[in-house]
């Protein structure tokens, strides 16, 4: 497989780019695997990412039932940050926030880390209180996050409005080594790992059923066929709930849609990301020069996978007070995605009643900032059969033991 470097960008300027290989191969499935991962969205490739790279389990396909990448992990506002309230999850986030610093280099794929510093807006005084309450615990973490005032808001996002009608900005939790990444070039560059250490990406499958012997786990059915395993992760999100159900096993996982949008583009004007919990929205800037703009989940469970009108009215109305500037914005685009909602607000990496059977789910409306961390502690837990330190506060049997990882303030507006 091609090194890229600037060597490679120049050598192939020089023959008129003819010699570019296909970042992963696309082969048809063969009839068994040491490993099945369900679901090649972000947290599945850097399971099996990590399962190669740090435990040498290559015989390994990964089955997706679209596109790879096409799921949540293509459709988010792709903002990372580790400043949650509860160690557990610091834990886990700040592994993933400091893998993404190198991951470009590690895998030899540009995913456009931006470390540009989010902010969470304090907008109540209960949001003053329980911010501050993170920073202290995040300093007890070795999470780096700071208070900061109002004026050092203004100055940092030009933008807003600090003295809204309705809600003042009176202040902000600050992350300065959190930003941003390209979304699908986490998937790519993932993929593209996994291919060149011989693992089968296999599109265009849909996982219809889940073969089982007994209490375990030893194949899935699939629109290419039976594929036989040892040892299966179950990684699809908001499908989780059919693929338990398939296995004959319940989660406490509900499905949603949630919803973004982008406005047309426009001159840089926004270098830093804002959350405001309060008025219920955020926003970036990307590269484009697009506002990158989250909303909220729509109010029932559903699976469609598509934006709705009063979620944009909504979302902007709700911005417009503190960012007065996108009263004046075209929208240009929506989209949802469905996202798995555990009580907790926390995710589930964690055995399953089924032998061999593992399952990555519940991110809700963050998961894309936890993929490098999600997919080491997750492949630690397939490799071993038993969880790691990152992994083992997420099991499914906190919601029979009542161990929950309250993250319902931490995590904000959606993430
Ligand atoms: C609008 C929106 C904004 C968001 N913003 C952020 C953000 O700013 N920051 C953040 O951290 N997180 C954000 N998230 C959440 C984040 O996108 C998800 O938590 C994360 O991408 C989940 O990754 P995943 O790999 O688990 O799931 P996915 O990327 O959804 O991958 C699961 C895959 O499983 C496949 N699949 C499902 N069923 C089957 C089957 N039967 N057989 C085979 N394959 C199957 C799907 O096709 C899909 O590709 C956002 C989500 C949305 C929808």
Redesign the pocket.
């Known amino acids: 497989m091609t090194r890229y470097s600037v060597f490679a960008v120049a050598r192939e300027g020089l023959r008129h780019h003819q010699g570019w290989g296909r970042a992963w191969r696309s082969p048809e499935p063969q009839k068994r695997y040491d490993t099945i991962i ?7 490739l850097a399971t099996a990412y990590y399962l190669g790279k740090n435990h040498g389990i290559r015989n390994v396909a990964i ?4 596109w ?13 940050r580790s400043n949650y309230l509860q160690d557990a999850s610091a834990a886990i986030y700040e592994k993933a926030r400091s893998l993404y610093e190198t991951l470009s280099q590690e895998l030899n794929y540009n995913v456009m880390f931006s470390p540009r510093g989010v902010m969470m807006l304090a907008q109540t005084q209960h949001e003053v209180r329980g911010y501050k309450r993170t920073v202290q615990a995040n300093l007890l973490q070795g999470v780096t996050t700071e208070w900061i005032e109002p004026a050092r808001v203004q100055e940092l996002v030009p933008i807003i409005s600090i003295s809204g009608p309705r809600y003042p900005v009176l202040g902000a939790i600050w992350q300065p080594r959190a930003g941003t990444a390209r979304h699908d070039a986490v998937a790519w560059g993932y993929a593209r790992a996994c291919s060149e250490m011989g693992m089968d990406i296999i599109q265009n ?4 059923g889940i073969d089982l012997d007994g209490d375990r786990v030893t194949g899935v059915q699939t629109t290419k066929g039976a594929i036989a395993c040892d040892r299966m992760g179950i ?5 989780s709930g ?2 338990a159900n398939m296995a004959g096993f319940r989660l406490p996982v509900e499905s949603v849609a ?3 949008l982008v406005s047309e583009p426009i001159k840089p004007c926004l270098d830093v990301v804002v959350m405001a919990n309060t008025v219920h929205g955020y926003l970036s800037q990307s590269d484009k020069g697009e506002m990158v703009i ?1 909303g909220g989940a729509d109010g029932f469970n559903n699976y469609t996978q598509r934006g709705s009108f009063h979620h944009v009215e909504e979302t902007v109305r709700a911005l417009v007070e503190t960012f007065p500037m996108i009263s004046r914005l075209r929208m240009l685009r929506q ?3 469905i ?1 798995d909602m555990t009580g907790d607000r926390s995710a589930i990496i964690s055995k399953t009643p089924v032998r061999g059977c593992f399952i ?2 519940g ?9 490098p961390g999600s997919g080491w502690a997750m492949a630690e837990l397939m490799a071993k059969g038993e969880p790691g330190p990152l992994a083992a506060p997420f099991s499914l049997s906190r919601f029979r033991e009542g161990q929950f990882i309250d993250e319902s303030v931490a995590a904000g507006v ?2």
Request: aromatic share 6%; glycine share 28%.
């Open positions: 369900i679901g090649a969205g972000g947290h599945g089955i997706e039932k679209g790879l990448g096409g799921g949540n992990t293509g459709r988010n506002t792709t903002i990372i499958c849909e996982v219809t990684v699809v999100a908001g499908h059919l693929l949630l919803q973004a989250g989209w949802g995605g996202v990555n789910c991110w809700g409306t963050g998961g894309f900032k936890s993929i959606a993430h």
